[in-house]
Nanobody, 125 residues
Framework: QVQLVESGGGLVQPGESLKLSCTAPGDIFGLSAMSWFRQAPGTQRELVATINIRGSPKYADSVKGRAIISRDDAKNTVYLEMTSLKPEDTAVYLC???????????????????WGQGTQVTVSS
């Protein structure tokens, strides 16, 4: 079973920074756009940021200017660094891997969507 492993969550004060990490199996990582989602209690899962296999990032308006997503292909790891954290950033942050070519993924016997277990980020004074 493919596992994405997140780390780096915790309790921080408003205005502080945090860096999340997510490691995926190399074969999946190399094929996939990597994304961070978040979900707060009672809300829908929200896409925070995504980075494609060429390294081009996209951000949700809610974090634009405060977040940087990056990937290290040698370490099969994607990072999300967030600054100027706000209480409304409190959520479980989940890592997602989505192969950019469904045809290639299926041919190689992979799925089309992989998730981590999530890491809790709490922003509170």
């Amino acid at each position: 079973q493919v596992q994405l492993v997140e780390s780096g969550g915790g309790l921080v004060q408003p205005g502080e920074s945090l860096k999340l990490s997510c490691t995926a199996p190399g074969d999946i990582f190399g094929l996939s756009a990597m994304s961070w989602f978040r979900q707060a209690p009672g809300t829908q899962r929200e896409l925070v940021a995504t980075i494609n296999i060429r390294g081009s990032p996209k951000y949700a308006d809610s974090v634009k200017g405060r977040a940087i997503i990056s990937r290290d292909d040698a370490k099969n790891t994607v990072y999300l660094e967030m600054t100027s954290l706000k209480p409304e950033d409190t959520a479980v942050y989940l890592c997602n891997a989505r192969p950019e070519s469904a045809r290639t993924a299926i041919r190689m016997g992979y799925g089309l969507d992989y998730w981590g277990q999530g890491t809790q980020v709490t922003v509170s004074s």
